[in-house]
């Protein structure tokens, strides 16, 4: 069985993506497991992960488009653009149409220039913004370019605009939710956030923790069976292996997460070659970008034009399985 793929999780509210991870590695035994973006623990939805060597694909993953289900409440703003701040701010909500609220949807279509907001990971002079925001400091912050695909009218409720947004990595939806009501004349913020969809990585195929718990112990409750509480009975978890094999259906194998990079299929000379001295055949004609190596459809590393070398996918597994037989849920 290969331990080799990406997972997607759909994370529920108030973990951490690091929370998910841990979870991860603690059920499959797995060592490298790591998240290809992280997810704010107030919002839900798709979390990818890499699995086992997978992880060295991460840099050549294509999320380049997300997909969120956004829920603003104008009327009120906070410190950090969504539902974990203080309000720090309150204007009344104008009356507005369906049709004047689609019209300012529309101006967010395109190109745009966006500033991170002071609580994010976004990093200046190797501290991230969060930090100095949490210590009452002010730092200036250059806008970045986004791209907004879709801003889509799901429903209008009072105060709540619930839309669909497509848009580039990197936009913060916090500071779309904020946009919008100062486009709507008032103040606004950010109250619910699911993300559908990053790069080819869907809700559809996402697991949830309960699932994963129903896995692990047969027990939907994933608050008791994956984090329990100190001192709380310990739900006895079922086998590594036993593990992995029911997350099998939810694994996708390295060459679904790289489609989008031409291919090269090594001769079986050629794979040996390159496992054994890293030698890397000639790139795939007119690439001038990363390239997948193929033996069939396993993939062996990704090669880039010109560098006379690749990352190679060869590394041992790395797995720790402990004393074996069932394994029980710890505090993390």
């Known amino acids: 069985m290969s331990y080799d793929g990406f997972l997607v999780v759909d994370k529920p509210p108030g973990v951490t993506s690091h929370d998910v991870v841990a979870v991860v590695r603690a059920v499959t035994g797995l060592k490298k497991v790591g998240h290809t973006g992280t997810l704010d623990p107030f919002a839900t939805g798709v979390l990818p992960l890499a699995l086992g060597s997978a992880t060295r694909l991460i840099q050549y993953l294509d999320e380049n488009q997300k997909v969120y289900d956004a829920v603003v409440r104008l009327g009120s703003a906070t410190d950090t653009g969504d539902p974990t701040g203080q309000v720090i701010e309150e204007q009344p909500v104008p009356a507005f149409t369906q049709k004047d609220l689609l019209a300012v949807l529309e101006t967010f279509l395109g190109q745009r220039m966006q500033t991170p907001p002071r609580y994010s990971a976004v990093k ?22 986004v791209r907004i695909d879709a801003m889509e009218l799901i429903d209008m409720d009072g105060p709540r605009v619930h839309v669909l947004i497509k848009c580039s990595r990197g936009t913060y939806a916090r500071v779309l939710a904020e946009e919008i009501g100062v486009a709507l004349g008032t103040v606004g913020h950010l109250e619910e956030l699911r993300r559908l969809g990053s790069g080819p990585f869907q809700i559809e195929h996402a697991v949830s923790f309960s699932r994963i718990s129903e896995i692990v112990a047969g ?69 001038t970008g990363p390239y997948v190596l193929l033996s069939g459809d396993e993939v062996l590393g990704v090669g880039t034009p010109g560098s006379g070398s ?23």
């Open 124 to 145: 200046v002079a190797g501290r991230p913004l969060y930090d100095y925001a949490r210590k009452g400091q002010t730092v200036e912050v250059k806008a970045r370019p």
């Open 219 to 287: 027990d939907p409750g994933w608050d008791r069976v994956l984090r329990p509480s100190r001192g709380e009975e310990r739900v006895p978890w079922r086998t590594r292996d036993e593990v992995f094999a029911g997350l099998a259906p939810w694994v996708t194998t390295p060459r679904d997460g790289l489609r989008h990079l031409p291919a090269l299929t090594l001769s079986p000379i050629e794979a040996r070659r390159f496992q054994q001295t890293g030698a890397v055949p000639a790139p795939p004609p007119g690439c």
């Open 310 to 332: 690749a990352v190679p996918l060869d590394a041992p597994k790395e797995r720790d399985r402990g004393a074996g037989g069932d394994q029980r849920a710890r505090r993390r």
